[in-house]
């Protein structure tokens, strides 16, 4: 079985479309339509129903995907068994972050890797969580930092780096900045901020909100973290803030409060594709994680 035929199946699933498929592999669109014809007369069947819209897969093709995902991360993991013993300390790292991830750990990682491996190149996707799982899946990146279980746990290793608090943000002379202690019963006439749906932390803020009876509060929306906290500076309303974020915005007067035991918090994990053939560069990764876990 060919790889690159393999490669070409899995692209197109992913972007369900030959001719962009085509351009991310660089190669013509009638090549790659001929080797995805002689990879279904390989397997004896139709991999993708064709429309002028767009391309889905058959059933075949949906369970053949499984296979040639793993497949490819094989020969992604042997490719990296030879690069290690030509120079393992020159070998690419490539990570993918959310983006109420990325600016607050991508970096520390990062440095904490290059000093262990100082020959090292590095390469950063910053993209929701679904879209990190299937760069994951598809070889596109190495190791992804998420902020909730993924449907690809199954076929991955993780390390949990740290729990994460979501704290109550308020403005600066809000009335209940000063309160010793906060509960339910002081948030429920209070607007709620939350960023877009397609972070996973809105879903884990929303689930929050319904635990706390704010289910019905919620007003506008943000892309990012900052435009939240602007936003709660200016009398807007209140969010929660992830803990690992609350450090970094001292230019907002806003004010991070815990609810203790009636808050929440997610689980802050490095995933990877479980592979047969480990790698000295994927332990100093994970010894890297690990350090800045306790950051």
């Not at 339509?33 to 069947?45: N, P, V």
């Not at 990190?132 to 949990?160: F, K, N, Q, W």
Request: with cysteine; charged share 25%; glycine share 6%.
């Amino acid at each position: 079985m060919d790889v690159q035929r393999l490669r070409y199946f899995v692209e197109v699933a992913r972007q369900k479309h030959f001719t962009q498929a085509a351009e991310v592999c660089r190669v013509s669109q009638p090549s790659l339509s001929q080797q995805i014809k002689k990879l279904e007369a390989e397997l004896g069947g139709r991999l993708f129903e064709r429309s002028r819209e767009r391309v889905s897969l058959t059933a075949l093709g949906q369970d053949f995907l499984k296979h040639a995902r793993a497949i490819l991360a094989e020969v992604q993991a042997a490719e990296e068994f030879v690069t290690r013993q030509q120079d393992d300390e020159a070998r690419t790292i490539r990570l993918g972050a959310i983006p109420t991830i990325a600016p607050y750990l991508a970096p520390a990682l990062l440095a904490a890797i290059r000093r262990r491996l100082p020959k090292a190149r590095f390469e950063l996707l910053e993209s929701p969580s679904a879209n990190l799982a299937e760069a994951l899946m598809t070889g596109r990146i190495d190791y992804a930092l998420l902020g909730a279980e993924s449907e690809i746990e199954a076929e991955c290793d993780h390390l949990v780096l740290r729990r994460d608090e979501l704290m109550l943000t308020l403005p600066v002379g809000h009335r209940l900045a000063e309160l010793p202690a906060l509960g339910r019963e002081h948030l429920l006439r209070e607007r709620v901020l939350l960023l877009e749906k397609a972070h996973c932390l809105a879903g884990q803020v929303g689930a929050l909100c319904k635990q706390l009876g704010l289910q019905d509060h919620f007003d506008l929306q943000g892309s990012q973290i900052d435009t939240l906290l602007g936003l709660v500076e200016q009398g807007f309303g209140l969010t929660f803030t992830p803990a690992i974020a609350s450090r970094v915005h001292p230019h907002r007067r806003v004010v991070f409060r815990s609810l203790g035991k009636a808050g929440g918090a997610r689980e802050i994990r490095l995933l990877w594709i479980r592979q047969q053939f480990p790698t000295r560069a994927r332990g100093v990764v994970q010894e890297a994680a690990r350090e800045c876990s306790v950051g």
